[in-house]
């Protein structure tokens, strides 16, 4: 039986939403910064579990984020302490202030909703 502290209210659509969002303004900031375009560059980026009521912040840089888009594109960047391993959260990549999972579910059309 799974414990309800480990499962809080979980919605895997909202972790797919939450991607995407942090892609589009990703893709915003390059587009508008082009060549003025540095790593540096503090970025915030909302935690991408599927937990209901979950606004954490992950402060990182935008070289990170690049990285990170770079080598895990269908995968979610999360806070340490939302990593869901009673759903089959993996983790893949552990960075300070933020750790990469794959999460087991059918990712519909994660480009489709790209526009
Ligand atoms: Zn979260």
Do not use: W
């Not at 480990?6 to 991607?19: E, G, I, N």
């Not at 969002?21 to 935690?47: A, I, Q, W």
């Not at 937990?51 to 960047?77: H, K, P, S, W, Y």
């Amino acid at each position: 039986m799974e414990d309800p502290k480990l499962t809080p209210s979980y919605d895997q659509d909202r972790a797919v939403a939450k991607r995407n969002m942090n892609s589009e303004s990703f893709r915003l900031v390059t587009s508008l910064l082009g060549k003025y375009m540095d790593g540096t560059l503090p970025l915030r980026l909302h935690c991408e579990c599927g937990r209901v009521g979950c606004d954490d912040i992950i402060n990182l840089t935008l070289e990170q984020r690049r990285e990170a888009l770079r080598m895990f594109q269908q995968d979610f960047i999360v806070v340490r302490e939302h990593i869901d391993e009673v759903k089959g959260d993996k983790v893949l990549f552990n960075a300070a202030n933020y750790v990469v999972v794959k999460k087991p579910i059918v990712d519909r059309d994660y480009r489709g909703k790209r526009q």
